[in-house]
Every structure is written in structure tokens, then in C-alpha cells.
């Protein structure tokens, strides 16, 4: 049993990045989240995509009462575009259709300052972008 626990090992790591693997520029972004939570807390265990979906998917308060959750413009199908309140269309937030997302640090900090203050009138802490990350990157 002990001897075969590195092929199961191997047959999982295989699985999981056929389903989903971020390329270099989203894991540069991603790991640079993490580092920087480890850095505020060395208990830091790693962020959680369930934590994330719930996040993005859920209603909030505090915010513009038309935008009361992160899909009142993004959508529920992360695969499909979503459309700005003035209708502009929005490229689909899923890492799996849309490879270009999340590459750029910049952006990704830009969009969730605004997109944070829209939907629960504050920042986003550093675990919710984390989570969110990670539930997006999965998708
Ligand atoms: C009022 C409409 C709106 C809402 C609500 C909204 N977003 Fe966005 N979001 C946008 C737009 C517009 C962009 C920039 C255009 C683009 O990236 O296609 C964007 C971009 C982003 C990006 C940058 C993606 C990248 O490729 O770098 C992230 C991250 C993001 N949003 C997260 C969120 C989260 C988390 C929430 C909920 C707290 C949320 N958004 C709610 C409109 C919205």
C-alpha cells in the first residue's frame, strides 16, 4: 500500500492540472496574494475556492443597492460575457474560456477596489480577493 502511494499521488496531481491550471502570469498574481497573507499571518493555510464562491455568488449590503452582488454584472455563468450596468459587454471572468484574466496585477487590484466599493461600499480584504482568486481560477 505504502509502495503505490506515489503513482496515486502522481494520478492526482495529473487530474488536477488537466481540470484546471493557471498559467504563469495567473500564478505569479495568485502566489503573490498568498505570500502576502503569510506575511500578515504565518498561521496562513491557503485560500479556499468554496470561500470564494460562496463570495462572488452571494448578495451583499453596503453598497449600490443594484449591484448587490459581484454577478449583478459578471453574471452566474462565469463562462459567458457579462454587461456593465450600462450594458457594455464584459469578457466571461472564467480562467478556463479567458486565459487573458487575471495576468496583470495592476488591473486585478484596480478592478477589485472599484468592484469591491460597488457591491459592499468597502474594500475587499485580502482572504475575500484571495478566495475570490482561487474560485475563479478553478472556473
Ligand atoms: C458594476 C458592474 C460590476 C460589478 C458589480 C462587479 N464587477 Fe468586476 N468588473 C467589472 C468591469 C467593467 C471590469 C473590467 C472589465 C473587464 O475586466 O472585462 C471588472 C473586472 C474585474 C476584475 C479584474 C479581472 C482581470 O482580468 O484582471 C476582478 C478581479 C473583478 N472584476 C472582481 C469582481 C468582484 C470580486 C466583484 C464583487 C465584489 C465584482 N467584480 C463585481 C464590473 C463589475
Redesign the pocket.
Known amino acids: 500500500m505504502i509502495s503505490r502511494s506515489p503513482i496515486i499521488l502522481a494520478l492526482l496531481v495529473a487530474a488536477t492540472a488537466a481540470w484546471a491550471e493557471p498559467n504563469a502570469a495567473q500564478k505569479i498574481i495568485f502566489d503573490q496574494f498568498a505570500a502576502q497573507a503569510k506575511s500578515g499571518d504565518p498561521a496562513f493555510k491557503g485560500f479556499s475556492a468554496e470561500r470564494g464562491r460562496d463570495f ?1 455568488l452571494g448578495q451583499h449590503t453596503g453598497g449600490k443597492p443594484d ?1 448587490a ?2 454577478t ?3 453574471t452566474k455563468d462565469l463562462t459567458k460575457p ?1 454587461q ?2 450600462a450594458g457594455k459587454a ?2 466571461p ?1 472564467a480562467a478556463s474560456v479567458n486565459p ?5 496585477a495592476a ?2 487590484e484596480k ?2 477596489r472599484r ?2 466599493g ?3 461600499g468597502r474594500e ?1 480584504t485580502l482572504t475575500e480577493k484571495g478566495d ?1 482568486l482561487a474560485f475563479l481560477l478553478s472556473q
Open positions: 462572488f449591484t452582488s459581484c449583478s454584472c459578471h457579462g456593465t450596468r464584459i469578457e471572468m487573458k484574466r487575471f495576468t496583470d488591473e486585478v478592478w477589485f468592484n469591491c460597488d457591491v459592499l475587499c475570490v
